[in-house]
């Protein structure tokens, strides 16, 4: 059994303390230093972070990277297990599937829309409306979801 106050320690490091708006100007210019991977890493650590706003460039670089790993996935699945489909490419889907809603969620935020339009993606042919969304500009005022991404 853990020790409350350990556990809290833990959460401390676990979770970084709200940026003020200094910090946030800060951290828009090192995200310009951001590379892909730099990008997908920041949509894996916001995995739990449903709430937020995510920048085009923050989806789109998650998705390229996620889709490029379930590729490789699937490579390796039809060389060891001679299946497209197999253990890899189910290990790396579950893995992501948590950061990828969440980014998603996020990235609709960014637009000025509710995460529940992730829902019309369920739908077949509508589906196309929740990529013109997700591809849409972010919109520069604050909105309910915090201030603009960028």
């Known amino acids: 059994m853990t020790n409350p106050i350990e556990s809290r320690s833990m959460l401390d ?17 090192a995200e310009a230093n951001y590379g892909i991977i730099d990008w997908f890493k ?3 650590r916001n995995y739990t972070n449903f709430s937020g706003r995510a920048r ?3 989806y789109w670089y998650f998705l390229l990277i996620q889709t490029g790993l379930m590729i490789i996935a699937m490579i390796l699945d039809t060389i060891i297990f ?7 490419y ?7 599937f948590i950061p990828n809603l969440a980014v998603t969620i996020r990235r609709l935020h960014d637009t000025n829309r509710s995460g529940w ?25 604050t909105n309910q979801w ?4 960028k």
């Open 90 to 96: 189910i290990l790396v889907a579950l893995g992501l």
């Open 13 to 29: 490091k676990a979770t970084p303390p709200p940026l003020n708006n200094s910090v946030m100007a800060n951290n828009h210019s």
């Open 42 to 44: 920041k949509g894996l």
């Open 56 to 58: 085009r460039k923050e």
């Open 146 to 149: 915090g201030q603009p991404a």
């Open 117 to 141: 339009w992730i829902l019309i993606s369920l739908i077949p042919l509508l589906g196309i409306l929740l990529i013109i969304f997700l591809a849409s500009d972010t919109k520069h005022e």
């Open 82 to 88: 001679d299946t497209g489909v197999g253990l890899f």
